[in-house]
C-alpha cells in the first residue's frame, strides 16, 4: 500500500524560504513520476512542479526560477526548495505519485505573510 506523507510547511515572511518533504512508503518504482501540487482556498489544485524517473523536471511558470524539485530514490523522498516566497503561494501542498494510479499525501499548509 502506497502512502505519501508531506512534511516542512509553515508560517513565513514573503521573501523567505521553505522545503518541503514528501516520505514516500509501499512499492514505489523509480520510474514513477512524483510531483507537488498545491491548492488555495477558493481555487483548484494546481501543478507545481513535476520530476520524471530520470531527474527531468518541469515548473509551473509562476514558480520557475523560485522554487526546485528534487527527488532521492534511495529513500524514496522528494522535495521541494521554495526561494523568494510571495503571498500568492499560500496554499496547502500535495505531494503526487503516478503509478498506474494517483497518489496523494494529506497534503502541507504553507502560509506566505506580506
Known amino acids: 500500500q502506497v502512502q505519501l506523507v508531506e512534511s516542512g510547511g509553515g508560517l513565513v515572511q514573503a521573501g523567505g524560504s521553505l522545503r518541503l518533504s514528501c516520505a514516500a512508503s509501499?512499492?514505489?518504482?523509480?520510474?514513477?513520476?512524483m510531483g507537488w501540487y498545491r491548492q488555495a482556498p477558493g481555487k483548484w489544485r494546481e501543478l507545481v512542479a513535476t520530476?520524471?524517473?530520470?531527474?527531468?523536471?518541469s515548473y509551473a511558470d509562476s514558480v520557475k526560477g523560485r522554487f526546485t524539485i528534487s527527488r532521492d530514490n534511495a529513500k524514496n523522498m522528494v522535495y521541494l526548495q521554495m526561494n523568494s516566497l510571495k503571498p500568492e503561494d499560500t496554499a496547502v501542498y500535495y505531494c503526487?505519485?503516478?503509478?498506474?494510479?494517483?497518489?496523494w499525501g494529506q497534503g502541507t499548509q504553507v502560509t506566505v505573510s506580506s
Open positions: 503526487n505519485l503516478q503509478q498506474g494510479l494517483d497518489y
Open positions: 520530476i520524471r524517473g530520470g531527474g527531468s523536471t
Open positions: 509501499g512499492r514505489i518504482f523509480s520510474i514513477s513520476a
